[in-house]
């Protein structure tokens, strides 16, 4: 079975102070890994999705990488409306997303 | 261009009571997939549906859950007899196509049985 483990759980930052999410996992054979925004009653809202390793994308402030392993979602400089949690998914088998269970982002202003 | 819609936002139901929940696709989108979240749990998959088929219904408990996509209108999830553990946020994605193609989510339906 898939596993995707994202940390930390949650992370409170000042704004400006840029830092990384991680999600780790383990499939076989991986067709895309996904990252989403989810704000509190609201749907998931597509970042970015990443093939194979060494891709890089980015939006904004947002900066995605994929290693063999695992994938970061870098936060450059945040602003407090960067605020929510971040979900990774993979696509390996199958046609479904597995995901973590979500990195909770907090900036202050 | 419209998102994923999906209606009713919020449900209640008492325990007992059957509920039907409605997903419209992007346009141009004939793929749907049904997702639920467990309070303090992640998106787990349920069913992938195409157009009058059911693809994979491998996340679907066996009993009192069905999903359909008929050749016109909206997919509908149907939870029958309700208990207090189907409480939980449920949302529907589309995509375009199944392989490496980007699932776009909606707005979710929040579900409380009484």
């Known amino acids: 079975e898939d596993q995707v483990t994202q940390s930390p759980e949650a992370l409170r930052l000042q704004e400006g102070e840029s830092s990384s999410l991680n999600c780790s996992y383990t499939?076989?054979?991986?067709?895309?890994l996904f990252w989403y925004r989810q704000d509190p009653g609201k749907g998931p809202e597509f970042l970015f999705t990443?093939?194979?390793a060494g891709e890089e994308k980015e939006k904004e402030r947002l900066k995605a990488t994929l290693t063999k392993k695992e994938s970061f979602l870098h936060i450059t400089a945040p602003k407090p409306e960067d605020s929510a949690t971040y979900l990774c998914?993979?696509?390996?088998?199958?046609?479904?997303?597995?995901f973590g269970a979500g990195t909770t982002v907090t900036v202050r202003a | 261009n419209a998102g994923v819609m999906q209606n009713p936002r919020h449900l209640v139901r008492r325990r007992g009571q059957e509920a039907r929940l409605r997903c419209s696709p992007m346009?141009?989108?004939?793929?749907v997939y049904w997702y639920r979240q467990l309070p303090e749990e992640g998106l787990k998959f349920m069913v992938y549906?195409?157009?009058?088929?059911?693809?994979?219904e491998s996340g679907m408990p066996k009993e009192r859950f069905s999903a359909e996509f008929p050749k016109e209108g909206p997919s509908i999830l149907r939870i029958q007899q309700v208990v207090r553990g189907d409480s939980a946020a449920y949302f529907c994605?589309?995509?375009?196509?199944?392989?490496?193609?980007?699932?776009?989510f909606g707005p979710g339906t929040r579900l409380l049985v009484l």
């Open positions: 994605a589309s995509s375009p196509d199944s392989y490496q193609e980007t699932q776009y």
């Open positions: 499939v076989s054979g991986l067709r895309g």
């Open positions: 990443l093939y194979s």
């Open positions: 998914a993979v696509q390996a088998s199958g046609y479904k997303l597995s």
């Open positions: 346009k141009g989108h004939s793929h």
């Open positions: 549906l195409q157009k009058e088929n059911i693809i994979d």
